[in-house]
């Protein structure tokens, strides 16, 4: 059992490492990810053994705790979300025995964002409520950026662009406050959807320009790409095709260099749309075939949209 935990603390202190990295961004980027992939079999093994050995010590319960924050960027970047449910639901079992609130609270931010992510939004609200209630009562407002981005989200989702917006400038005003200088170009980006969202779409572009500088300026791709993505829907909007296809391609390299999985197949689904309503139907149809089978492959509520969309184009799969 020993040996097990040292292994076990070994392989997240590896996560936390390749998190470290990746956010020192550039050069540490491409080193987080080889570092990550190369000891995902260990990592993945070592966090198998303490999920079913939860209650064997004390110190195994901590690690099913920790693991998840742990991983950072790495937690959506390479796990699916019904991967990430799993650990977070453990986590949280940790817990009900363990009772450390910092570590609730950042749980159940990430659990909210993995059932947004499955489409499940009410669930989603739920668990950041709960997760911001915590932080007021630990008095620490930086805990309340996540759950608050998350009902952000989801009120976009239930299209209540307003109240989204209204939180999205909250966050803003948290992150200048506190010299979040990274999570301010999270919630600029926010903004920027939200105005994309409304038809607003100079307000989008201003938005989304400021939000790939900030992202930039931190060497985080992930977001980058987001934004690039985002963009290129607002300049498609603006009957701009040609400078969306060239954003779409743009994102397209980003996140095939990073593995990034659900990006992939928003790429190449916006691009594979673009690209049919310029007459090149053929080369539409068969990225928006490969965006499909991506979805599919991580268990993506996005791939029946893609199912809908190849219908609409008399595609029969």
């Keep these: 059992v020993d040996f097990r935990i ?10 936390q490492e390749s998190d470290k990295l990746y956010r020192a961004g550039n050069k540490g980027l491409h080193l987080s990810l080889e570092h990550f992939d190369l000891e995902w079999k260990n990592i993945s093994s070592a966090h198998s053994w303490i999920s079913n050995n939860v209650f064997a010590s004390t110190e195994v319960t901590e690690l099913v705790m920790r693991y998840p924050a742990a991983a950072g960027y790495f937690f959506r970047l390479r796990l699916s979300a019904k991967q990430r449910l799993k650990w977070l639901n453990l986590a949280i079992v ?24 499955l489409g499940d939004i009410h669930k989603a609200i739920e668990h950041s409520k709960i997760a911001i209630d915590i932080a007021r009562k630990l008095g620490d407002k930086t805990f309340e950026v996540e759950p608050l981005s998350t009902i952000g989200s989801a009120y976009l989702l ?9 939180l999205f400038e909250q966050i803003r005003d948290i992150t200048i406050k506190f010299g979040l200088r990274h999570e301010e170009g999270i919630a600029i980006g926010n903004l920027g959807l939200a105005y994309k969202y409304l038809g607003e779409f100079g307000m989008a572009l201003v938005h989304y320009s400021r939000a790939i500088k900030i ?4 060497g985080d791709k992930i977001n980058e790409s987001i934004y690039l993505g985002n963009l290129g829907v607002v300049y498609k909007n603006m009957d701009d095709v040609n400078k969306a296809i060239e954003l779409y391609e743009q ?5 095939r260099e990073i593995g990034d999985r659900i990006g992939e197949g928003n790429a190449l689904g916006n691009l594979g749309k673009a690209l049919h309503g310029m007459g090149e139907q053929e080369k539409g149809i068969r990225l928006m075939k490969q965006a499909l089978e991506i979805f ?8 029946q949209m893609v199912r809908n969309k190849l219908k609409e184009w008399g595609v029969e799969e």
Excluded: W
């Excluded at 363990?98 to 990430?110: A, D, G």
């Excluded at 239930?158 to 209204?166: C, K, P, S, Y």
């Excluded at 994102?251 to 996140?255: D, F, H, M, S």
């Design 158 to 166: 239930l299209e209540d662009t307003q109240g989204a917006i209204e």
């Design 94 to 117: 940790a817990l009900e025995v363990l009772e450390n609130r910092k570590y609730e609270c950042l749980n159940l931010s990430m659990l909210a964002i993995a059932y947004l992510d």
């Design 215 to 218: 992202a930039r300026e931190f």
């Design 296 to 303: 599919e492959a991580i268990e993506s509520p996005n791939a």
């Design 6 to 15: 040292k292994h076990a603390t070994h392989y997240m202190d590896i996560l």
């Design 251 to 255: 994102q397209l390299v980003i996140v």
